[in-house]
């Protein structure tokens, strides 16, 4: 495991003076080296023991374990420097944004795949599963969230999922309404901090349905009041790149839990592939 994909992920659950640390790690990897403990510290203004404490609490013996470790990951990562630097003496360089992009959307999606169990994983696909033998799975998402609400319920009724899907508040609440043991809610929500959805979320526990928050990995309303949560990691000084990485990194995620879905039950599978040729020839001209 990459230290410096490890800090990334972890970063959001940090408490301040540990973010500075990551942030300081993440920005000078390549001088790492030649920091001691006190001179990081001395340079950010903390005590030597808080960036002991923050190589400790990453699961490192100590900081000259997490400094080789991140050596170590640059090492690796020269041979991609040197393709990249061989790119701009062809003049190619017009391409290497695009390789930058590929790199940091691998990036979000493994820390996305490390702060996600498998049996977090394991337990929402169960539960849909399950819920698709008498109940029901309800979808809601809101602005751009709604995008990936959308276009997972369209997948799960593919499986032949019972499915119902929203964006509009009232109408979603209202279904909720309708809602039982068994039912799975998933919440879309980025931040995860909106009332609306945090009150639905707590209706439809109070029918005894299993609520299931889709947020970033931080702190947040959604996340504390779900059953389950699933995480996203993604990261980027420049907005519209962060962006593009959750929106990668969600759709990931979603994939997921859509194959095992499609693995592990056969009759899913068929009825999968029964729908999309039913789908063809209704496209067919």
């Keep these: ?33 030649d920091y001691s403990s006190q001179q990081l510290a001395n340079a950010l203004g903390i005590s030597q023991s808080s960036v002991v404490k923050f ?29 990249e630097a061989a790119a701009q003496v062809r003049g ?10 590929w790199r940091r959307k691998s990036e979000a999606e493994e820390a996305t795949r490390l702060i996600n169990p498998p049996q977090t994983l394991a337990a929402v ?17 809101l602005g ?6 959308r276009g997972f319920a369209y997948k799960l009724a593919l499986l032949g999922l019972p499915v119902v899907h929203n964006f509009d508040l009232a109408r979603m609440a209202a279904n909720v309404s309708a809602a039982g043991a068994g039912d799975v809610l998933l919440v879309f929500s980025e931040h995860g901090n909106h009332p609306a959805l945090c009150k639905i979320g707590r209706h439809f526990r109070e029918r005894r349905g299993m609520v299931v ?19 996203v990691s993604a990261h980027d000084e420049r907005p519209y790149i962060q962006s593009l990485l959750y929106q990668s990194a969600l759709q990931h995620l ?3 839990l859509f194959v095992q879905l499609c693995e592990g039950d056969d009759a899913r599978h068929a009825q999968l592939v029964a729908n999309l040729e039913r789908i063809q020839q209704v496209l067919e001209p």
């Design 1 to 33: 495991m990459s230290p410096l994909v490890k800090i990334r992920s972890e970063r959001d659950q940090m408490s301040a003076v540990e973010r500075r640390i990551a942030d300081f790690v993440l920005d000078n990897a390549q001088l790492l080296r």
């Design 55 to 83: 190589t400790q609490k990453l699961g490192f013996k100590g900081y000259p374990d997490l400094k080789y470790s991140v050596g170590e990951a640059i090492a690796r990562a020269d041979n991609g420097d040197e393709v």
């Design 92 to 101: 190619e360089a017009a391409e290497l944004p695009a390789t930058s992009l």
């Design 125 to 141: 696909t169960k539960a849909m599963a399950k819920a698709g033998r008498g109940g029901k799975v309800f979808l809601i998402g």
């Design 144 to 149: 751009e969230d709604d995008i990936h609400a």
């Design 213 to 231: 928050s889709v947020t970033r990995h931080s702190a947040n309303p959604l996340r504390t009041l779900a059953d389950a949560a699933l995480l």
């Design 254 to 256: 979603l994939d997921v």
